[in-house]
């Protein structure tokens, strides 16, 4: 099992930044990826970015070039630093870990979100 704790949400003001933290714990070995997911109310749950063991990233093209995701393996724990924030980003955001097992099987652990909310 992984346990993921997400923290670092918030209410910010359209052209603001926050920084989302999300720790890993428990069997975090042979976790390939992890990624940042939002859902906004009656949407589904989206990719915003991506981040591969090797440090390979990936991100939602309405975001590029606004959001960095990156990791800190020592800490275990994946960022998602959000600058120049629009109303539209509003969401609850998800952390994602990924593990394939030794037969390829994929196993995904989510965290419980947190809540960004950006103000016009």
């Known amino acids: 099992q992984v346990q993921l704790v997400e923290s670092g949400g918030g209410l910010v003001q359209a052209g603001g930044s926050l920084r989302l933290s999300c720790a890993a714990s428990?069997?975090?070995?042979?976790?390939?990826?992890m990624g940042w997911y939002r859902q906004a109310p009656g949407k589904q749950r989206d990719l915003v970015a991506a981040?591969?063991?090797?440090?390979?990233?990936d991100y939602v093209d309405s975001v590029k070039g606004r959001f960095t995701i990156s990791r800190d393996n020592a800490k275990n724990t994946v960022y998602l630093q959000m600058n120049s924030l629009r109303p539209e980003d509003t969401a609850v955001y998800y952390c994602?870990?990924?593990?394939?097992?030794?037969?390829?099987?994929?196993?995904?652990?989510w965290g419980q979100g947190t809540q960004v909310t950006v103000s016009s």
């Open positions: 994602k870990a990924r593990k394939t097992n030794q037969i390829g099987i994929l196993y995904d652990y």
């Open positions: 428990g069997s975090i070995f042979s976790i390939n990826v």
């Open positions: 981040i591969t063991s090797g440090g390979s990233t």
